[in-house]
């Protein structure tokens, strides 16, 4: 009888064997996530009660009213002057970025093993908001840098693609001291093409771990938050960093109830009468530009152009 049967079946399928097995499980994969090179780069400076005053000389004013003398001589009277204040400072007022989680119990309950669906949920979202958070440091309308550069501190590319003379520029801009550019993926790629092209590529240097492209010394990092647009053109920054400095600085207050992070926090919302437990994730940041020579743009970066058998095209 055992003849009769075909002998692919006289043998446990792989099929039917796999129903017995334990698959080994990953963590959800976002590929959303970024290094978010940025937020490590940057000086963060706590505040009190979410407010941090910016007090400014009077530029117009300081050379006019301030009056030194290099070695008086005789019984010349000394000087008196005084270094005039801005009356009316700027304030920059942290915001929140945030979120609800919404998970119903039953999930949580009964699917949590091996992975707990209440922590996964919350990694991934608060993700999400780091990610937003990098945005909001580069693109917000009131203190984010690239809105916020002042009009002389910006310039413009000379010949469409990043050139080593274009970044010169830039330094020329940001001089003291400068820390570090900050540019899309793709305007680093077309910083190297043009590099290459001259004959000079850029060095590398590692950082935290990870290699990165320089010019002059100066580490350029990547963020895909400096976006391209349909026409292929970007910005490349230029910042110098830190209080000491003068510089760019990240403001954030720690010990915000249910911190998990600096300036982050989880807070647990309760359970509706639909059985939805609902968890509130908030990260509070802002940014300050303490003087105007410590950011500077460089615009209209074309970094969209490609070279494929012979023919240019954008993606």
Same mark, same amino acid.
Not at 62 to 72: E, G, I, K, L, Y
């Given at each position: 009888m055992a003849e009769d049967i075909p002998e692919e079946r006289r043998t446990l399928s792989e099929q039917a064997a796999r129903q017995l097995a334990n698959a080994t499980k990953t963590r959800a994969q976002w590929s959303g996530i970024t290094p978010r090179w940025l937020v490590s780069f940057l000086p963060w400076v706590p505040v009190e009660a979410g407010i941090y005053r910016l007090n400014r000389v009077k530029e117009s004013t300081?050379? #006019?009213?301030?009056?030194? @003398?290099?070695?008086?001589r005789g019984d010349a009277e000394l000087p008196e002057t005084f270094v005039p204040y801005e009356e009316e400072p700027n304030e920059y007022w942290l915001n929140a970025v945030t979120t609800v989680l919404d998970v119903q119990t039953r999930v949580?309950?009964?699917?949590?093993?091996?992975i707990d669906q209440i922590q996964e949920q919350l990694r991934l979202l608060i993700e999400k908001v780091?990610?937003? @958070?990098?945005?909001?440091?580069?693109?917000?309308?009131?203190?984010?840098?690239?809105p916020n550069t002042a009009a002389s501190q910006r310039i413009k590319t000379r010949s469409g693609p990043p050139t080593p003379d274009d970044l010169d520029e830039l330094i020329s801009k940001v001089w003291k001291e400068p820390a570090f550019?900050? #540019?899309?993926?793709?305007?680093? #790629? #077309?910083?190297?093409?043009?590099?290459?092209?001259?004959?000079v590529p850029p060095p590398t240097v590692t950082l935290f771990g990870s290699p990165f492209i320089t010019w002059r010394g100066l580490p350029i990092v990547p963020t895909d938050k400096l976006y391209v647009d349909a026409n292929g053109k970007s910005n490349i920054l230029l910042l110098r960093t830190g209080e000491q400095k003068q510089g760019v600085v990240g403001l954030f207050q720690p010990g915000v109830p249910g911190e998990i992070s600096p300036s982050l926090s989880v807070r647990f919302m309760g359970i509706n009468r639909k059985a939805i437990a609902s968890y509130l994730i908030s990260l509070y940041c802002s940014s300050a530009i303490l003087t105007k020579d410590a950011l500077g743009v460089l615009e209209d970066v074309d970094v969209g152009r490609y070279h494929k058998y012979g023919h240019e095209y954008y993606e």
């Open positions: 300081v050379d #006019a009213s301030t009056t030194v @003398q290099c070695s008086p949580s309950d009964l699917y949590s093993h091996p780091k990610e937003k @958070q990098e945005s909001e440091l580069i693109n917000n309308a009131d203190y984010g840098l690239l550019f900050l #540019a899309h993926p793709r305007a680093i #790629a #077309a910083f190297g093409r043009e590099c290459t092209r001259r004959g």
